[in-house]
């Protein structure tokens, strides 16, 4: 599935990024992002109750989600999505999927498929764990989970801003509403 999304013109585009609600977002995601006012929320998968989307749709005017391994019962939800973000100042292609990396490595078959959209981002869930990470031109991005605690994993989710400047990324602790930085061991620059 493909979505367009105008970039404005006199201010940067935020997009709330989250994953893995498994039907129960984190109590604190609301707040989380009326605070944010997103312009867009992203939701990489394993969603659970459809109800989360409903929920999301009532925080940010457009919401764009793909099917996760639980989401069985949400054939309509594709497995793949690629958002791509155009203005004046150039573009921005995201590629969303569910499951995305092998241990630190990113599959080939998304990496054949990034290749083949032109992809600058690559966004995925599954893991619950955060991270940022380069694999050669891509940016690979999960925002961890939003949903109930697996393991001492945090509840946190991404924030990705594209101005002017180019995209910054980053990720906010859902419970304490802080910036959240991945440990270096999962994380590398961008």
């Known amino acids: 599935m493909r979505h367009t999304v105008a970039l ?3 201010r940067p585009l935020t997009v709330a990024v989250v994953a893995d609600t498994h039907s129960r977002p984190h109590p604190s995601l ?3 992002l009326a605070a944010l006012a997103p312009d ?3 939701h990489a998968g394993d969603i659970g109750d459809l109800e989360v989307l409903t929920a999301l749709e009532r925080q940010a005017p457009r919401v764009v989600a793909v099917r ?10 594709p497995d793949v999505a690629v ?5 004046a100042q150039g573009k921005l292609v995201v590629l969303m999927t569910h499951v995305a990396v092998y241990g630190p490595k990113l599959r080939a078959d998304v990496k054949r498929l990034a290749a083949r959209e032109d992809a600058d981002l690559v966004v995925c869930g599954h893991s619950h764990v955060p991270f940022v990470a380069r694999e050669g031109a891509l940016t690979v991005l999960n925002p961890g989970s939003v949903g109930p605690r697996r393991f001492r994993l945090p ?3 991404a924030v990705v801003v594209v101005g002017r400047e180019g995209v910054r ?15 270096p061991a999962v994380s590398r620059a961008i």
């Open 155 to 157: 509840i946190v989710m």
């Open 68 to 77: 996760g391994n639980i989401d069985t019962g949400a054939a309509y939800l």
């Open 40 to 42: 867009l929320v992203l």
């Open 8 to 10: 404005p013109e006199d």
């Open 30 to 32: 609301g707040e989380r």
């Open 169 to 183: 990324v980053s990720h906010l602790d859902v419970e304490t509403g802080e910036p959240f930085a991945p440990p």
């Open 83 to 87: 958002v791509t973000f155009a203005g």
